[in-house]
């Protein structure tokens, strides 16, 4: 008997974007030993092409649209359209990245609506600008500032010190580099 081998093109609609459903998907494809690529579409939609053996392909399908292991998922559709011909697609399942213009403006969208929820549940900001009990007495923590200062002084001045002591070993150690190269040149004339 021989293997079948087919490519789809799937196409699968519903809240499938920025919910982790490519990843799920990239995982059970790569299990199963399924090739291809997914990427998220401007549309709303998530889209591949995968190659496989036909029943492998179909139960990997199936397993998709019951969609039990990723929260959030709804899918509405799944389209599959068989791919004729012969072409290269990776050995492993991959996302493709399509962060356009429009995938980004998105996004951003979407960190805009959860900044607007945010603002409005501000109840707690207030209570601290009318109640700095809750924030730590700066003038009873600067005690300590006099303390620190004379510690950076001390290590500035033990840093200086051994930068002038560092001067000073180099100087020996030229001249002692200088005494050695004559020994080695009185030796090489004999």
Same mark, same amino acid.
């Given at each position: 008997?021989?293997?079948? /081998? ?9 809240? +499938? ?7 799920? +998907?990239?995982? &059970?494809?790569?299990?199963?030993? /399924? !090739?291809?690529? /997914? ?6 939609? +998530? !889209?591949?092409? #995968? ?12 397993? /998709?649209?019951?969609? $039990?292991?990723?929260?959030? +998922?709804?899918?509405?559709? &799944? ?16 996302? &493709?990245?399509?962060? *356009? ?23 707690? @900001? ?28 001390? #290590?500035?001045?033990?840093?200086? &010190? ?16 200088? !005494? #050695? *190269?004559?020994? @080695?040149? $009185? #030796?090489?004339?004999?």
């Amino acid at each position: 008997m021989q293997t079948q /081998i087919r490519r789809y093109n799937i196409v699968v609609k519903g809240r +499938v974007q920025d919910i982790g459903f490519r990843d799920y +998907v990239i995982a &059970l494809a790569n299990m199963v030993k /399924i !090739r291809g690529y /997914i990427f998220n579409d401007i549309d709303g939609s +998530v !889209r591949m092409v #995968l190659e496989g053996v036909k029943e492998i392909v179909n139960n990997f399908l199936s397993e /998709i649209k019951s969609s $039990k292991d990723i929260a959030g +998922v709804e899918i509405e559709s &799944l389209q599959q359209r068989e791919i004729a011909g012969d072409f290269d697609l990776p050995v492993r399942f991959v996302k &493709l990245s399509t962060d *356009e213009m429009y995938d980004i403006d998105r996004k951003l969208g979407i960190g805009n609506d959860y900044l607007k929820e945010i603002k409005h549940d501000t109840s707690t @900001l207030h209570d601290i600008k009318h109640d700095t009990s809750m924030l730590p007495d700066v003038k009873r923590d600067t005690s300590v500032l006099p303390d620190v200062k004379q510690g950076i002084d001390t #290590l500035n001045a033990n840093f200086d &010190l051994y930068i002038t002591e560092e001067k000073e070993h180099n100087k020996r150690m030229d001249e002692h580099n200088q !005494r #050695l *190269e004559k020994i @080695l040149e $009185k #030796l090489a004339e004999r």
